[in-house]
């Protein structure tokens, strides 16, 4: 199918319509006489090359015997060359799990025994010591542990209070979600 300029023109001033049949018409012998589909957005306007070439693959537009334009390789054909198959020469992969060496742990750190110089209050914090509390905040001998912490800006405990807090938290204690919204004042909300 040949295209005159009088329809390519008509094409061109239906743009803002959408795919009209005349736009389909021209789009077809221009996408098949060898014009890329980038060229063929442009030439009729109003669309972009990824809107032609879903147009043309989904209405089975395209001619076989399409030419092609300057300058394609086989690839651009869409015809793909036949992939080698792979050969393993390896057997069966084994994974193993290699044990970690874990650093020793901390000393143990009874929180009355820690040193009156170490331990700081609220308005003593900052983010270079351990913040663990130690004791009922409401009591005066409420203190947190102030020992140097890890270089970690996100762990706010010393190695110690940071395993205390794992183990803590490692599943002998849980909180039920549920437990929150049902819950008198001063209820516990954690599983022992």
Request: with cysteine.
């Amino acid at each position: 199918m040949s295209i005159d300029y009088l329809q390519l023109s008509q094409a061109q001033a239906e743009a803002g319509r959408g795919w009209t049949e005349t736009r389909i018409s021209v789009a077809r012998a221009l996408y098949n006489s060898g014009k890329s589909a980038a060229q063929v957005a442009q030439l009729i306007g109003g669309v972009s090359r990824n809107a032609v070439i879903g147009k043309i693959h989904r209405d089975a537009l395209s001619d076989p015997q399409r030419k092609l334009p300057h300058g394609s390789t086989d690839q651009a054909k869409g015809m793909r060359q036949p992939r080698k198959p792979r050969v393993r020469a390896r057997g069966p992969i084994i994974r193993v799990k290699t044990p970690l060496k874990e650093a020793p742990p901390p000393p143990s750190v009874i929180d009355q025994q820690i040193p009156a110089e170490q331990r700081r209050t609220l308005a003593t914090l900052d983010n270079a010591c351990c913040h663990w509390p130690v004791g009922d905040p409401q009591s005066p001998e409420f203190f947190f542990c102030g020992a140097p912490k890890t270089d970690d800006p996100d762990v706010p405990y010393c190695p110690t209070h940071q395993r205390r807090s794992r183990d803590q938290a490692g599943g002998r204690r849980r909180m039920n979600p549920g437990a929150f919204a049902s819950a008198d004042p001063g209820a516990n909300w954690w599983h022992r």
